[in-house]
């Protein structure tokens, strides 16, 4: 399995790739930002809480984090909200996963379908973020559940340079990028 590339600072990529968590918390934080900073928000989290852990940053004193999150550079341009989405997120882990964020995709051996079921359960996780995370898991991270590419729809498709799921460099950022441009224009035309 290659090493995660979504940030383009390896301290960052590092933690994504080493913490199912982190990665599952850069997902939630991709919206309304550029995927880059969304991926590098876990590292900020780490780095000024001293611990990353589901339990952790559920239990935290919610302003705490808050303020925490605003902290320049910012977790996210919406730091307040999305503070409260991770704290919601990492509680629903330890409430229904003991805290492990593999569980989502490895717990009684499940489907890509039910994977999704799961993924779209979690707070912040509509479902094009969860069809993402899911080809995610499957084109970067080794899943191999039956049925995942169908269940992530056009997102599990190979060579779609659509998402996050298909960067692993600073070249397929760009054609990442570059279909979502079009993808834009031609909504805009219709």
Known sequence: MATLWMTGDADADRLLDSDPLALLIGMLLDQQVAMESAFAGPKKIADRTGSFDAATIAAADPEEFKAMCATPPAVHRFPGSMAARIQA??????????????????????????ILRRLKALPGFGEQKAKIFLSLLGKQRGLSADGWREAAGPYGEDGAFRSIADVVDSESLLRVRATKKAAKAAAKAR
């Open 89 to 114: 997120l990492c509680q629903e882990l330890v409430d229904t996963y003991g805290g492990d964020a593999t569980a989502l995709w490895t717990r009684g051996e499940p489907d890509g379908a039910e």
